[in-house]
């Protein structure tokens, strides 16, 4: 699996927007799995997780016409850029 981690400033009044994006990319093809944390600190501040079947279907989603509209939407939303850490994930763990 492979997937990204950002943390993002999300602008007040858009919470909710931002969250249901992020529940949209369940149909984005190779997706695994996201989820969201909203950091106690306050700000609006987020980190996001998101996970793929493979580094292929990540780099195919972020190279895609689909996704980069889909980020502009998403930048919208926020206050600033996003910090992306990409990354081969090699432990994940359930309850």
Known sequence: MYGTVA???VKAGNEQE???MADDA???PGFAFNH????DGGNNEYILVAGFESKDA???NA?????HQRYLQYRELLESD????DGE????HSA
């Open 18 to 20: 931002f969250l249901k």
């Open 7 to 9: 943390r993002v400033r």
């Open 26 to 28: 369940s149909s984005i």
């Open 63 to 67: 190279n895609s016409p689909e996704q």
């Open 82 to 85: 996003p910090e992306w850490n």
């Open 58 to 60: 990540y780099v195919k």
């Open 89 to 92: 994930i090699v432990s994940a």
């Open 36 to 39: 969201v944390y909203k950091l």
